[in-house]
């Protein structure tokens, strides 16, 4: 019984890693393929389009595998064997799809190549009954739980009130009990310390905190962490992972966002203060729309409406009908994700499958951004790119303004070598006219026509983003990315399967008429909608805003959420596995004034958080999952933490704010080929402030963060991945950063004490907030005393300690 009841436990887990998997290719599935099949294939293959050249449908996951005339068309998890791979990637002159077109870009055919090596899942029936796109709310889905207004519940009771002393614990104990369950004990005093350290500051605890602390301590512990900077700072870094914060474009014209610093800053602070969660979202979404008290608030509100500006966007798209319609596609993703847990963004192709959004709900939003002014500071010039500008904040004291002012000679320069490049284009384009009417236009004069206008191009964008970051003396700006009103306010077409050259009828600018709430329905003719928007999603009768929210804080602290897919509440998410807990903790939240902190505070002063993380056998059998929190996780330090801990044990670390970024001190804003471009140094790790401040560049990422699971930039991540692979270990033993901080480490201990033994006592007090234990202090003062050869000093041998101390496993693992 007992071997059978372990290989069920392995099954279950086993299937909640299948299951969970197969959403987030589901998703990846929904967001990076099928608008691409949908754009360049269904026009001739696709039951909607009449059409199915060469016996070829890519309308439905069967089709596309069965494939036409020449066989299947995806070999799921066989790339290789992969025709429409091969045909996107114009491999065979024969097989060029789409036909007498250009090659797809890379990044396309990259995503497709991922999908298909993943099995190529996709969750699309069989079309060939289907003449017409879906209309209307997908079926039943106000039966679904997070559509349904969350309902007052009073906790529960249960046997042992002594243990469940607060409402979160009667909930988990009374579920606990149902299973057969029992709870673990309460964690060591200094394993707690440590762990809420971590989980509040993302450091460690300070040096000798841990010999001081004891439980009757804990609620005075806990409000001084949630008072120190380091709570900003933690906090503030999960939002950014939901805001897909980054300082450069990525895709394929990677220029950098030198001002996007400030809404990093603006995030930290928010958290720091305590800002009221439903006032954090309104402000993002439409700052500039709100009322500011003084010049100060004024210039917070515009920064906050960076969220809707910071992400990837097509640059080198030169349709503007196109370009606009993509920049809203991605904001309406971005806010839907993070703020709603929804994906309200796959109705731009169709009415969604499950999630209760239709195309008109999309095209009702896309006019809305598409009637707001997304200034994000590129100098990048085309007419498809509205958004080169920045946005001019309020002079105020004190002020960082990184961008150099001009003196009156560097502007009149600037100035004129714009008008040499201006004049030395009209004139070139004006002989290439001549020459084509008179029929010289030969090959050897297109390609130097063609050399001469990219380099007058390259030559403008950085003269043109000069002038933008001075006024008309040549005095620095305060600049930031933002949104504002645009100049006219549209509606927007719905188009055919999201084709821009397919228009239907025109969608009146609204809010998602879904929930009958009273901040639904067509907006003011005057506005862009986004201040009705940020109030819909802050409406107190909203279903899903106040429990995204709350489950988001609930997975930072326990590892999981409450509904394990953070970032979708739909139907193809997972189910809560408390849904009495999760309604009762977001109407209190909403009751608390949306305060983060509060919230925080109630949940690390649970006995359920308090929990030792001991494995049981019996519990495992029951619950391999810990889905009824039997006991407190263990969890791997995200990559910040993990450097910041380095840092602090190392005696380094610099807690003051970094002023701006090193992104903002760059001269030249083309990251490109980041190996070829010199102006962006190698070593991105090297500054001592705290990580949250290390530049983030799309594509191009401090090796520490890309080794341990950093958040990817361009997408809304509320929960990050947390791996196991060769190359951290790797990274931990060669790394130069790492190197570095055993170094400093050492120096620190030398400093302190001559004591050899007093060294490593407080080595380990310093790096795991407790003493070593009798075989640890044995094998570290075996090891100094035994160095390798009579040539190694002991300076050599106390920083290989270090560097072995801070590659340990119990150094990056929280009990």
């Given at each position: 019984?007992?071997?059978?009841?372990?290989?069920?436990?392995?099954?279950?887990v086993?299937?909640?890693?299948?299951?969970?998997?197969?959403?987030?290719?589901?998703?990846?599935?929904?967001?990076?393929?099928?608008?691409?099949?949908?754009?360049?294939?269904?026009?001739?293959?696709?039951?909607?389009?009449?059409?199915?050249?060469?016996?070829?449908?890519?309308?439905?996951?069967?089709?596309?595998?069965?494939?036409?005339?020449?066989?299947?068309?995806?070999?799921?998890?066989?790339?290789?064997?992969?025709?429409?791979?091969s045909?996107?990637?114009?491999?065979?002159?024969?097989?060029?799809?789409?036909?007498?077109?250009?090659?797809?870009?890379?990044?396309?055919?990259?995503?497709?190549?991922t999908?298909?090596?993943?099995?190529?899942?996709?969750?699309?029936?069989?079309?060939?009954?289907?003449?017409?796109?879906?209309?209307?709310?997908?079926?039943?889905?106000?039966?679904?739980?997070?559509?349904?207004?969350?309902?007052?519940?009073?906790?529960?009771?249960?046997?042992?009130?002594?243990?469940?002393?607060?409402?979160?614990?009667?909930?988990?104990y009374?579920?606990?009990?149902?299973?057969?369950?029992?709870?673990?004990?309460?964690?060591?005093?200094?394993?707690?310390?440590?762990?809420?350290?971590?989980?509040?500051?993302?450091?460690?605890?300070?040096?000798?905190?841990?010999?001081?602390?004891?439980?009757?301590?804990?609620?005075?512990?806990?409000?001084?962490?949630?008072?120190?900077?380091?709570?900003?700072?933690?906090?503030?870094?999960?939002?950014?992972?939901?805001?897909?914060?980054?300082?450069?474009?990525?895709?394929?014209?990677?220029?950098s966002?030198?001002?996007?610093?400030?809404?990093?800053?603006?995030?930290?602070?928010?958290?720091?203060?305590?800002?009221?969660?439903?006032?954090?979202?309104?402000?993002?979404?439409?700052?500039?729309?709100?009322?500011?008290?003084?010049?100060?608030?004024?210039a917070?509100?515009?920064?906050?409406?960076?969220?809707?500006?910071?992400?990837?966007?097509?640059?080198?798209?030169?349709?503007?009908?196109?370009?606009?319609?993509?920049?809203?596609d991605?904001?309406?993703?971005?806010?839907?994700?993070?703020?709603?847990?929804?994906?309200?963004?796959?109705?731009?192709?169709?009415d969604?499958?499950?999630?209760?959004?239709?195309?008109?709900?999309?095209?009702?939003?896309?006019?809305?951004?598409?009637?707001t002014?997304?200034?994000?500071?590129?100098?990048?010039?085309?007419?498809?790119?509205?958004?080169?500008?920045l946005?001019?904040?309020?002079?105020?004291?004190?002020q960082?303004?990184?961008?150099?002012?001009?003196?009156?000679?560097?502007?009149?320069?600037?100035?004129?070598k714009?008008?040499?490049?201006?004049?030395?284009?009209?004139?070139?384009?004006?002989?290439?006219?001549?020459a084509?009417?008179?029929?010289?236009?030969?090959?050897?004069?297109?390609?130097?026509?063609?050399?001469?206008?990219?380099?007058?191009?390259?030559?403008r964008?950085?003269?043109?983003?000069?002038?933008?970051?001075?006024?008309?003396?040549?005095?620095?700006?305060?600049l930031?990315?933002?949104?504002?009103?645009?100049e006219?306010?549209?509606?927007s077409?719905?188009?055919?399967?999201?084709?821009?050259?397919?228009?239907a009828?025109?969608?009146?600018?609204?809010?998602?008429?879904?929930?009958s709430?009273?901040?639904?329905?067509?907006?003011?003719?005057?506005?862009?909608?986004?201040?009705?928007?940020?109030?819909?999603?802050?409406?107190?009768?909203?279903?899903?805003?106040?429990?995204?929210?709350?489950?988001?804080?609930?997975?930072?602290?326990?590892?999981?959420?409450?509904?394990?897919?953070?970032?979708?509440?739909?139907?193809?998410?997972?189910?809560?596995?408390?849904?009495?807990?999760?309604?009762?903790?977001?109407?209190?939240?909403?009751?608390?004034?949306?305060?983060?902190?509060?919230?925080?505070?109630?949940?690390?002063?649970?006995?359920t958080?308090?929990?030792?993380?001991?494995?049981?056998?019996?519990?495992?059998?029951?619950?391999?999952?810990?889905?009824?929190?039997?006991?407190?996780?263990?969890?791997?330090?995200?990559?910040?933490?993990?450097?910041?801990?380095?840092?602090?044990?190392?005696?380094?670390?610099?807690?003051?704010?970094?002023?701006?970024s090193?992104?903002?001190?760059?001269?030249?804003?083309?990251?490109?080929?980041l190996?070829?471009?010199?102006?962006?140094?190698?070593?991105?790790?090297?500054?001592?402030?705290?990580?949250?401040?290390?530049?983030?560049?799309?594509?191009?990422?401090?090796?520490?963060?890309?080794?341990?699971?950093?958040?990817?930039?361009?997408?809304?991540?509320?929960?990050?991945?947390t791996?196991?692979?060769?190359?951290?270990?790797?990274?931990?033993?060669?790394?130069?950063?790492?190197?570095?901080?055993?170094?400093?480490?050492?120096?620190?201990?030398?400093n302190?004490?001559?004591?050899?033994e007093?060294?490593?006592?407080?080595?380990?007090?310093?790096?795991?907030?407790?003493?070593?234990?009798?075989?640890?202090?044995?094998?570290?003062?075996?090891?100094?005393?035994?160095?390798?050869?009579?040539?190694?000093?002991?300076?050599e041998?106390?920083?290989?300690?270090?560097?072995?101390?801070?590659?340990?496993?119990?150094?990056?693992?929280?009990?």
């Amino acid at each position: 019984m007992k071997t059978t009841t372990s290989h069920l436990s392995l099954v279950l887990v086993s299937l909640s890693f299948a299951w969970a998997a197969e959403r987030e290719s589901f998703d990846f599935f929904e967001t990076k393929i099928r608008p691409v099949l949908i754009e360049h294939c269904y026009e001739c293959h696709s039951v909607e389009s009449g059409k199915a050249k060469g016996g070829l449908r890519v309308d439905d996951r069967e089709a596309l595998r069965e494939g036409g005339d020449l066989g299947p068309a995806v070999a799921p998890g066989k790339p290789e064997e992969s025709l429409l791979l091969s045909a996107i990637r114009h491999e065979d002159p024969d097989l060029e799809m789409p036909p007498r077109k250009p090659r797809l870009p890379d990044a396309i055919s990259a995503d497709l190549e991922t999908w298909i090596a993943s099995g190529a899942p996709d969750p699309r029936e069989p079309a060939a009954d289907q003449t017409v796109p879906s209309s209307g709310r997908a079926a039943g889905w106000q039966d679904h739980w997070s559509y349904r207004p969350p309902v007052p519940v009073a906790p529960p009771k249960v046997d042992d009130e002594a243990w469940a002393g607060t409402a979160v614990d009667r909930f988990v104990y009374a579920r606990l009990q149902s299973a057969g369950l029992t709870p673990s004990p309460e964690a060591e005093p200094t394993t707690l310390l440590r762990r809420l350290s971590f989980a509040l500051t993302g450091l460690p605890p300070a040096p000798g905190a841990a010999a001081d602390f004891t439980p009757d301590k804990l609620e005075a512990v806990v409000d001084e962490m949630l008072a120190s900077e380091g709570f900003g700072v933690r906090w503030g870094r999960h939002w950014l992972d939901v805001a897909r914060y980054a300082e450069s474009n990525g895709k394929e014209a990677n220029i950098s966002y030198p001002h996007a610093w400030r809404y990093r800053d603006y995030v930290i602070e928010a958290f720091a203060a305590d800002l009221p969660y439903d006032r954090f979202l309104r402000e993002q979404i439409a700052g500039d729309l709100m009322e500011a008290s003084d010049e100060s608030e004024r210039a917070r509100l515009l920064i906050a409406t960076g969220f809707l500006a910071l992400g990837p966007k097509g640059l080198s798209e030169t349709n503007p009908v196109q370009f606009a319609a993509d920049v809203a596609d991605e904001q309406i993703d971005a806010f839907s994700r993070g703020m709603l847990a929804s994906s309200i963004a796959c109705a731009r192709c169709h009415d969604h499958k499950s999630d209760p959004f239709t195309m008109t709900d999309y095209y009702a939003l896309a006019g809305v951004f598409k009637s707001t002014e997304t200034r994000f500071g590129t100098w990048i010039d085309s007419e498809s790119n509205q958004g080169s500008k920045l946005i001019p904040l309020p002079s105020l004291p004190g002020q960082l303004i990184p961008n150099p002012s001009l003196t009156k000679k560097e502007l009149a320069e600037v100035k004129a070598k714009l008008a040499a490049l201006d004049a030395e284009e009209a004139e070139r384009k004006k002989a290439a006219e001549i020459a084509m009417a008179e029929g010289r236009d030969r090959q050897e004069d297109f390609n130097e026509m063609l050399r001469n206008a990219l380099r007058i191009y390259w030559s403008r964008g950085p003269l043109v983003g000069k002038l933008d970051t001075v006024d008309e003396e040549g005095r620095a700006l305060p600049l930031c990315m933002g949104a504002l009103e645009a100049e006219a306010m549209v509606h927007s077409p719905r188009y055919e399967r999201g084709e821009i050259n397919h228009p239907a009828e025109t969608v009146p600018r609204g809010v998602p008429s879904v929930f009958s709430l009273e901040s639904e329905g067509e907006v003011p003719a005057d506005t862009s909608g986004r201040l009705e928007l940020a109030r819909w999603i802050t409406d107190p009768q909203h279903p899903l805003t106040a429990r995204v929210m709350v489950n988001r804080i609930w997975s930072h602290l326990f590892g999981e959420g409450l509904v394990t897919t953070v970032d979708n509440f739909g139907p193809t998410g997972a189910a809560p596995s408390h849904p009495e807990l999760l309604d009762y903790l977001a109407i209190r939240f909403q009751e608390n004034g949306w305060s983060v902190k509060q919230l925080v505070r109630e949940l690390v002063l649970t006995r359920t958080y308090c929990q030792a993380s001991t494995w049981r056998e019996d519990s495992f059998a029951k619950d391999p999952d810990n889905r009824l929190l039997w006991r407190h996780p263990k969890d791997r330090l995200d990559a910040e933490v993990i450097r910041d801990a380095m840092l602090a044990v190392s005696g380094e670390l610099d807690l003051s704010p970094r002023p701006g970024s090193l992104v903002a001190g760059l001269t030249s804003q083309s990251i490109g080929i980041l190996p070829l471009n010199k102006d962006v140094p190698h070593d991105l790790d090297g500054s001592l402030h705290r990580s949250v401040y290390l530049p983030v560049l799309r594509d191009h990422m401090p090796d520490i963060l890309r080794h341990f699971d950093f958040a990817e930039p361009s997408l809304v991540v509320g929960r990050r991945d947390t791996t196991n692979v060769p190359s951290q270990a790797l990274y931990l033993m060669n790394s130069d950063f790492v190197r570095a901080r055993a170094e400093g480490f050492a120096r620190r201990l030398a400093n302190e004490s001559s004591d050899p033994e007093t060294r490593i006592r407080r080595a380990f007090e310093l790096c795991f907030s407790r003493p070593p234990d009798a075989v640890e202090a044995e094998l570290a003062r075996n090891y100094l005393e035994t160095p390798e050869n009579p040539d190694t000093t002991a300076t050599e041998m106390l920083t290989r300690l270090c560097h072995a101390l801070l590659a340990s496993a119990d150094f990056r693992i929280v009990d």
